[in-house]
């Protein structure tokens, strides 16, 4: 069982979603999951302001998976802003989406992205990505928020 902090989980699609938390919990994953459900939403929770105002806001995420596809603010620069703030650019962001287009694989790193992962549309190999990405992010990576 893995479980040291929350992982926020920005994602639009209802479905997707609970296919993510249904993922992870069938990888024993009990990592609180914050689910946000735009780009929008997702800064007001690492920022603590809007609706998030009273959140404390030196409680930061261990990793954010985060869709490129939003409403409000679109992936790409929600990964900006995260990266252009001195206290969330060491944050872990894994973006997870279905798009395979040259331009969101280059336009991620490019803004710094630590991993792009297209979410498979079978349900057996998702879960199967979710391991990997739970065992590596989750065990083995050593977060560089523990040594600031």
Do not use: H
Request: aromatic share 6%; proline share 4%.
């Amino acid at each position: 069982m893995i479980s040291k902090g929350t992982i926020l989980l920005v994602e639009d699609n209802r479905d997707d979603e609970l296919l993510t938390l249904r993922a992870f919990q069938k990888n024993r994953i009990a990592n609180p999951i914050k689910a946000v459900r735009d780009g929008q939403e997702a800064l007001d929770y690492l920022f603590a302001t809007g609706s998030y105002a009273e959140r404390d806001k030196n409680e930061l995420p261990v990793i954010i998976l985060l869709d490129l596809k939003l409403p409000k603010v679109n992936g790409l620069e929600v990964l900006r802003e995260i990266r252009s703030n001195e206290r969330t650019r060491v944050i872990p962001v894994i973006i997870l989406t279905t798009s395979v287009e040259d331009e969101d694989v280059i336009g991620s790193y490019a803004r710094g992205a630590n991993s792009y992962i297209r979410k498979p549309v079978d349900f057996t190999e998702f879960v199967e990505a979710v391991r990997t990405l739970g065992n590596y992010w989750l065990l083995l990576n050593t977060n560089p928020q523990s040594r600031i």
